[in-house]
Every structure is written in C-alpha cells, then in structure tokens.
Nanobody, 121 residues
Framework: QVQLVESGGGLVQAGGSLRLSCAAS????????MGWYRQAPGNQRELVAA???????NYADSVKGRFTISRDNAKNTVYLQMNSLKPEDTAVYYC???????????????WGKGTLVTVSS
C-alpha cells in the first residue's frame, strides 16, 4: 500500500504564510513528479505547483512569486511554502505523486486526502 499524508493547513489572515507538507510512505520503489493541486468550493481541481525528481518546477500563474514547491527525496516528502496568502487561495490542497511501487512495472498517480487552507480577509 502507498499513502500520501498532507499536513500544515489551517486558518491564516491575508498576507500571512503557511507551509504544507506531504509525506509518501509504503512500498515505494521510486517517485517521479510530485505536486500540489487545490480545489475551492464550486471550482474544478487545479494545479498549483509541481516538481520533478530532478528539481524542475512549474507553477500556476496565480501563485508565481508567492508559493515555492520543494522536495526532500530522502524523506519522500514534498513541501509547499505559501507566502502573501490571499482569500482566493482558500481551498482544499491535495498532494499528488507519480510513483512506482515495489514489484510494479509502471508508475501511476497517487493522491492524498487533502488539507484545508482558509485565508481570511
């Protein structure tokens, strides 16, 4: 079994910061890309940021310059540092990882259950 567990969500005032973490555990052979998506009420899930195993990153235009994604490959963990938060950043944030399980021939995407981020104005 593989699990992705997010932490670090909560309530913050506009202009504040939060740091999300997501740890992957279980029978993992290797992890390719990892990333964060978010879904606000009434909206579709959208990509926030992603990072490859080599450290290349990409961001949604709405978070560029404010959010930073990073990962610790030794800990199978991905982070999302969120600064200058805005009320429109309020959403459930989901971690995802494309990984290869031990004994498997091909990788697939796994998802965490999400962590709620609420930004008050």
């Amino acid at each position: 079994q593989v699990q992705l567990v997010e932490s670090g969500g909560g309530l913050v005032q506009a202009g504040g910061s939060l740091r999300l973490s997501c740890a992957a555990s279980g029978s993992i052979s290797s992890i390719n890309a990892m990333g964060w998506y978010r879904q606000a009420p009434g909206n579709q899930r959208e990509l926030v940021a992603a990072i490859t195993s080599g450290g290349s990153t990409n961001y949604a235009d709405s978070v560029k310059g404010r959010f930073t994604i990073s990962r610790d490959n030794a800990k199978n963990t991905v982070y999302l540092q969120m600064n200058s938060l805005k009320p429109e950043d309020t959403a459930v944030y989901y971690c995802t990882a494309n990984l290869l399980r031990l004994g498997s021939l091909s990788g697939r995407d796994y998802w965490g259950k999400g962590t709620l981020v609420t930004v008050s104005s």
